[in-house]
């Protein structure tokens, strides 16, 4: 399954996108993640990889709940009706290591 999608909450300046490409990793799916240029409440969101696994990843998320010690978290999530591909993100289950991320981060998602 790919499903492309964006989330609106507290979701930029507070390692979301970090959280859920490592999420994705933790559940061996593919992922991408990019901040909206114009709203800081929104994030553009990709998926790739067993449709029982996102379905349940996305079940988290829209819990509301925070998804890291951040405070980050899910008010909305839109899903758009094609694939972003995951190299158009900023960040990947591909590149998640190359960031100078904040140690100081636990991730609950």
Not at 75 to 101: A, K, M, R
Request: charged share 20%; glycine share 4%.
């Amino acid at each position: 399954m790919k499903l492309s999608f964006y989330v609106i909450g507290n979701v930029q300046n507070v390692m979301f996108r970090q959280t859920f490409v490592r999420a994705a990793i933790k559940r061996k799916l593919k992922a991408g993640a990019s901040n909206d240029e114009q709203d800081l409440q929104r994030v553009h969101c990709s998926l790739s990889g067993d449709a029982t696994i996102i379905d349940e990843m996305l079940s988290k998320l829209l819990e509301g709940k925070p998804i890291n010690s951040w405070n980050a978290y899910v008010d909305e999530l839109h899903q758009y009706d094609y694939f972003i591909e995951l190299s158009e993100h900023q960040v990947t289950t591909d590149n998640v290591g190359q960031f100078n991320w904040s140690p100081n981060v636990e991730f609950y998602l």
